[in-house]
């Protein structure tokens, strides 16, 4: 028998979204405040550097999102019985090990890549890269932590720290760039702030690392962790790549001039997050007890959605008004560029939606749907958007329309694991 409405709304989980849905605004606000102080303080030819790096720094963040996601699963799974404590605790000290090495490893990498992706990107030098590039091991080792937080439900914890970090990043910035370190000065604030958010996440999970026992290898399967990769990267392309575009195919000023355009957009994004941190675990949970989970999809896509239309009515109103009300009168009106860049990241809210839902269920193949519309997307803007803006924003939304229909499509069927215990899904 269903819970009576009143009950569901009532419950420890509908809480848990208020809370941590309240903590992701607020840090999207915050986070949204810095380019705001970026895009006022710093000249456009500046920010526009900054919008540009911090579009790589986006991508690689949900990248690694995909560790996030892999380490929330299994310890989701691994959450049950009477052994569950010493299972998790084992997987959560395999996985801090498994992060610090990797990630030292990547921000090498990253160093290295520096000069030749600023050419590539044509910003005057590397500096702005290697601001970005401290920020990679602190992506490994932050997202498994937050993984390991969402896996044990440990939303307050998980609600705290952002918040905490995205405060502390928002003041970076403004110190930096008044002191006189420009765009670099803007985009080294957010692995300072990175830094303390790992040490606060580290304090949270440490009760259910104490735990000994249960020596055994957690078994995480290999293609489950790929196609999380593969989901995340293509989402992350596909609401960056439009950035990385202009940056590379238009001259300085018009890349200057739509930096603005990539801020406002995002704000379409921000409610999205929360509710696929929430959604996700107790997704996996009810797959793995063999329950009809497509209650939960349906709230998380309306209540991802409704926000972001309604911008997007707003910002195709009044576009140039907007603009030089937050980021003063020294940048061009977008006109209807902006209305409809923030249609595009409406969609892709869906998109992030379907995508949490299809890996909680382990429908693998929305993976690969997100790197075909990638493909797509990057095809349509490379034939009809190189020397016009609303052109291309228009194929950013219908790449947005189309992977929310193919989540429909693929995703939307009862989910097939039902009964299976969540020992056997950790294994598997």
């Known amino acids: 028998m269903k819970p009576p409405r009143h009950h569901l709304l009532r419950s420890n989980g509908a809480r848990q979204s208020l809370v941590l849905g309240a903590a992701m605004i607020t840090s999207g606000a915050l ?13 456009p030819l500046d920010f526009g550097v900054f919008v540009s790096v911090m579009a790589v720094l986006q991508v690689l963040t949900l990248a690694a999102i995909a560790i996030r996601m892999v380490v929330a699963f299994y310890t ?8 569950a404590p010493a299972r998790v605790a084992r997987f959560l000290r395999q996985v801090e090990a498994w992060a610090w090495r990797y990630g030292a490893i990547s921000t090498t990498l990253m160093a290295l890549a520096a000069p030749p992706l600023a050419r590539w990107l044509r910003l005057p030098g590397p500096s702005a890269l290697w601001a970005a590039s401290s920020m990679v091991l602190l992506l490994y080792v932050r997202e498994a932590a937050f993984g390991g937080l969402q896996g044990v439900e440990s939303f307050l914890a998980l609600s705290v720290v952002q918040v905490v970090q995205a405060a502390l990043r928002l003041a970076a910035c403004a110190v930096l760039i008044g002191i006189g370190w420009g765009a670099v000065g803007a985009i080294l604030a957010q692995p300072l702030a990175a830094a303390v958010c790992v040490a606060l996440s580290a304090a949270a999970l440490r009760p259910h690392l104490g735990r000994r026992g249960d020596p055994g290898d957690p078994g995480v399967s290999w293609h489950y962790s790929f196609s999380t990769l593969l989901a995340l990267m293509a989402f992350g392309m596909l609401t960056n790549v439009d950035a990385l575009f202009v940056r590379r195919f238009f001259d300085v000023r018009t890349a200057a001039d739509y930096a603005p355009v990539v801020t406002l957009a995002k704000v379409a994004l921000f409610l999205s997050w929360a509710i696929g941190l929430v959604l996700f675990p107790k997704v996996a949970r009810r797959t793995a007890a063999g329950e009809d989970t497509r209650v939960l999809l349906v709230a998380g896509l309306a209540a991802a959605l409704s926000p972001g239309l309604a911008l997007s009515a707003l910002y195709l109103a009044f576009p140039g008004a907007l603009v030089k009300v937050m980021f003063t009168g020294a940048y061009a009106d977008p006109g209807v560029v902006l209305g409809l860049a923030s249609l595009a990241a409406t969609l892709y809210a869906g998109l992030h939606i379907w995508l949490n839902y299809a890996l909680s269920t382990e429908r693998k193949s929305y993976a690969y749907v997100l790197a075909g519309v990638l493909v797509w997307q990057v095809a349509g803007m490379w034939l009809l958007g190189r020397g016009d803006l609303v052109h291309m924003t228009l194929v950013m939304v219908s790449g947005g329309v189309i992977g929310n229909v193919a989540g429909a499509v693929t995703t939307w069927p009862r989910a097939r694991v039902a009964g299976t215990s969540a020992l056997q899904l950790a294994r598997r």
């Open 31 to 43: 986070d949204y405040a810095v380019n705001v102080v970026a895009g006022r303080r710093l000249d």
């Open 76 to 83: 989701a799974s691994m959450s049950v019985g009477p052994s």
